[in-house]
């Protein structure tokens, strides 16, 4: 793979994009504030986004019977009488999912209800397609300096030299990167 993103201006190191094998679930891993209500997993093929559905799903459980009409009045009910917000997700593989935000969530969002609803979608449908990268940053020509992928560990951090830190000043010439621990470059 090739995905070179980036070369330092001496050409002795590049960062690329490579595959994140290590990707948490973005559902689990951060609070949102959208619900969603796994339809249809394909029989058990797929895994329900959210395991508990929401605040709406006993109102799910209650119509789901109905495969021709249910979403239709799911979907009506929940703006009607809760002003939710309410969007259809049919992958071409993954679960059916129908993913609502409540009104009052709606409200600090700075932005489309809507758009924020399917960016949430967007960046779940990416992560259980496999599309979830991370960077890579190494010296090409030799291969001997330390391969490093984000997120890093703790207590280890990546500077460009000539940076500033508050505990050591300027640190080596520019043209390099520097792997430093606890702000001192090695």
């Given at each position: 793979?090739?995905?070179?993103?980036?070369?330092?201006?001496?050409?002795?190191?590049r960062?690329?994009?490579v595959?994140?094998?290590?990707?948490?679930?973005?559902?689990?891993d951060?609070?949102?504030?959208?619900?969603?209500?796994?339809?249809?997993?394909?029989?058990?093929?797929?895994?329900?986004?959210d395991?508990?559905g929401?605040?709406?799903?006993?109102?799910?459980?209650r119509?789901?019977?109905?495969?021709?009409?249910?979403?239709?009045?799911?979907?009506r009910?929940?703006?009607?009488?809760?002003?939710?917000?309410?969007?259809?997700?049919?992958?071409a593989?993954?679960?059916?999912?129908?993913?609502?935000?409540l009104?009052?969530?709606?409200?600090?969002?700075?932005?489309?209800?809507?758009?924020?609803?399917?960016?949430?979608?967007?960046?779940?449908?990416?992560?259980?397609?496999?599309?979830?990268?991370?960077?890579?940053?190494?010296?090409?020509?030799?291969?001997?300096?330390?391969?490093?992928?984000?997120?890093?560990?703790?207590?280890?951090?990546?500077?460009?030299?000539g940076?500033?830190?508050?505990?050591?000043?300027p640190?080596?010439?520019?043209?390099t990167?520097?792997?430093?621990?606890?702000?001192?470059?090695?």
């Open positions: 793979m090739d995905n070179i993103i980036a070369t330092t201006t001496d050409g002795r190191f960062v690329r994009l595959p994140d094998e290590d990707a948490r679930n973005p559902r689990e951060f609070d949102h504030l959208a619900h969603v209500v796994t339809i249809d997993t394909h029989l058990g093929q797929y895994t329900p986004i395991k508990d929401g605040p709406f799903a006993e109102a799910w459980d119509v789901s019977w109905n495969r021709w009409k249910g979403i239709e009045i799911f979907t009910w929940a703006g009607i009488f809760h002003d939710a917000i309410v969007i259809e997700s049919r992958p593989r993954g679960p059916v999912s129908l993913w609502y935000l009104r009052e969530d709606a409200e600090d969002l700075g932005m489309l209800p809507e758009a924020y609803l399917d960016a949430e979608r967007a960046e779940y449908e990416a992560w259980a397609e496999g599309d979830v990268t991370a960077t890579s940053s190494k010296r090409p020509s030799t291969g001997s300096a330390p391969t490093r992928t984000t997120p890093c560990r703790p207590g280890k951090r990546w500077t460009l030299p940076a500033t830190t508050a505990s050591t000043g640190s080596r010439p520019l043209g990167l520097s792997p430093s621990t606890s702000g001192s470059s090695r």
